[in-house]
T-cell receptor
Framework: NAGVTQTPKFQVLKTGQSMTLQCAQD?????MSWYRQDPGMGLRLIHY???????DQGEVPNGYNVSRSTTEDFPLRLLSAAPSQTSVYFCASSYGAGADTQYFGPGTRLTVL | RKEVEQDPGPFNVPEGATVAFNCTYSNSASQSFFWYRQDCRKEPKLLMSVYSSGNEDGRFTAQLNRASQYISLLIRDSKLSDSATYLCVSKAAGNKLTFGGGTRVLVKP
């Protein structure tokens, strides 16, 4: 199993550009989520999904969209990038929302100029 | 006040020594707790869950003190490979996970 994969590993955007961060898992996990990690802030939940076709907002959803058309994939879209979105983005998955173990992808380091 | 707070460190630890650090939480309704380990520029990985009775996994011991609302992690016989950032995580109703900012541990020869 590849586990949770994320692409790209690094990305530099200009303010106002849009892009999609890809996330995929091959563990047949129902629950998937996106976090951002900023220095000293801990991981903060952006959006999450409890299954295909179902998504919901987390703690910091503004400026981001998600969709879940399949169990495996959970892309995160930045609509109009802003310097405040410079961060490390982690995708995570688990067997269910209540599962103790979250499996994280390797992360995407995004810089917005 | 952050919901989950950690001393950012770094805790500089001689190889073979014992190190312990705490994490405080403000949400008294938090139901379960975890420690995740994060190596530099890598993803977090579950280290251990924290049970009410405390639990031990090899050289690692986790304790929960609900009265004072903190959890602790103790590492015995520190190895160079224990150098990492340790993230404290609480889970509340609705399976809401809250991460602390992490405690950095540096084990030196």
């Amino acid at each position: 199993n590849a586990g949770v994969t994320q692409t790209p590993k690094f990305q530099v955007l200009k303010t106002g550009q849009s892009m999609t961060l890809q996330c995929a898992q091959d563990m047949n996990h129902e629950y998937m989520s996106w976090y951002r990690q900023d220095p000293g802030m801990g991981l903060r939940l952006i959006h999450y999904s409890v299954g295909a076709g179902i998504t919901d907002q987390g703690e910091v959803p503004n400026g981001y969209n998600v969709s879940r058309s399949t169990t495996e994939d959970f892309p995160l879209r930045l609509l109009s990038a802003a310097p405040s979105q410079t961060s490390v983005y982690f995708c995570a998955s688990s067997y269910g929302a209540g599962a103790d173990t979250q499996y994280f992808g390797p992360g995407t380091r995004l810089t917005v100029l | 006040r952050k919901e989950v707070e950690q001393d950012p460190g770094p805790f500089n630890v001689p190889e073979g020594a014992t190190v312990a650090f705490n994490c405080t939480y403000s949400n008294s309704a938090s139901q379960s707790f975890f420690w995740y380990r994060q190596d530099c520029r890598k993803e977090p990985k579950l280290l251990m869950s924290v049970y009410s009775s405390g639990n031990e996994d090899g050289r690692f011991t986790a304790q929960l003190n609900r009265a004072s609302q903190y959890i602790s992690l103790l590492i015995r016989d520190s190895k160079l490979s224990d150098s990492a950032t340790y993230l404290c995580v609480s889970k509340a109703a609705g399976n809401k996970l809250t991460f602390g900012g992490g405690t950095r541990v540096l084990v030196k020869p």
